[in-house]
């Protein structure tokens, strides 16, 4: 059974930065499509970022071009999003997603068939 665990949520000042991790168990292909979505309260879940593991390609919101970057560990069963000059319209739960296969753009949330269970980032002063 595939699982995806996140953590490196919390509260940091707007302009700091975290770090998340998506760490995915349970499956033995190695090319899939990892999805960073983000959801605020009263809001509907947006997707922030997105890597195909099988070349590294990626792909980002509008919203957080030149701020985050998505990356895979060296075993392709991690995937970090790197998040600096955090804003305060950034706050949401944060939760990666996994599908087979490639990833065409930033693709909606129902295309995905795994989920973990999110992390909270909250950004204030």
């Known amino acids: 059974q595939v699982q995806l665990m996140e953590s490196g949520g919390g509260a940091v000042q707007p302009g700091g930065s975290l770090r998340l991790s998506c760490a995915a168990s349970g499956y033995s292909q190695t090319t899939n499509c990892i999805s960073w979505f983000r959801q605020a309260p009263g809001k509907e879940r947006d997707g922030v970022a997105a890597i195909y593991t099988g070349d590294g390609t990626t792909y980002y919101a509008d919203s957080v071009k030149g701020r985050f970057t998505i990356s895979q560990g060296n075993d392709k069963n991690t995937v970090y999003l790197q998040m600096s000059s955090l804003k305060p319209e950034d706050t949401a739960m944060y939760s990666c997603?996994?599908?087979?296969?490639?990833?065409?753009?930033?693709?909606?949330?129902?295309?995905?068939?795994?989920w973990g269970q999110g992390t909270q980032v909250t950004v204030s002063s």
């Open positions: 997603a996994l599908r087979s296969g490639f990833c065409q753009g930033l693709m909606p949330a129902y295309v995905y068939r795994v």
